[in-house]
């Protein structure tokens, strides 16, 4: 019986299926340009009912439910300091990262990797 302790890296997505369903998890946090509060409730949606499916997609889900619960934080403290006008640039680089950051989840995820978005506080491992 042996004990390993160190940490394994999460399974990637192996079929187009799963790597697809990966992207589409990443990419739906941009309806929020479309509908508001969309891209917060599709993702986890989509990760809650295909986590069971697809074990590999958890890692991704995990992720991107991460990301919005920071991302709230880093817009609740950019509110406050926009009273003394610095606030303002937190808020148009956060906007910026919402639309970057996806992008660039989807992309690594339908080539079947899990990338990490910087600046993330990991609430969920």
Do not use: C, R
Not at 36 to 63: R, S, Y
Not at 91 to 111: D, E, H
């Amino acid at each position: 019986m042996s004990y390993n302790m160190q940490y394994q890296p999460p399974m990637g997505l192996q079929t187009s299926e799963q790597k697809q369903m990966g992207m589409f998890l990443h990419l739906s946090q941009l309806l929020n340009i479309i509908i508001p509060f969309a891209g917060v409730i599709v993702p986890i949606v989509l990760w809650q009912t295909q986590k069971d499916k697809t074990p590999a997609l958890d890692a991704h889900g995990k992720m991107v439910a991460n990301w919005l619960i920071s991302s709230i934080i880093y817009f609740a403290v950019s509110a406050v300091l926009a009273i003394v006008l610095i606030g303002f640039l937190g808020i148009i680089a956060l906007g910026i990262m919402s639309v970057v950051f996806p992008i660039i989840g989807g992309i690594k995820a339908n080539n079947g990797e899990l990338w990490e978005y910087p600046l993330t506080i990991k609430f969920l491992k």
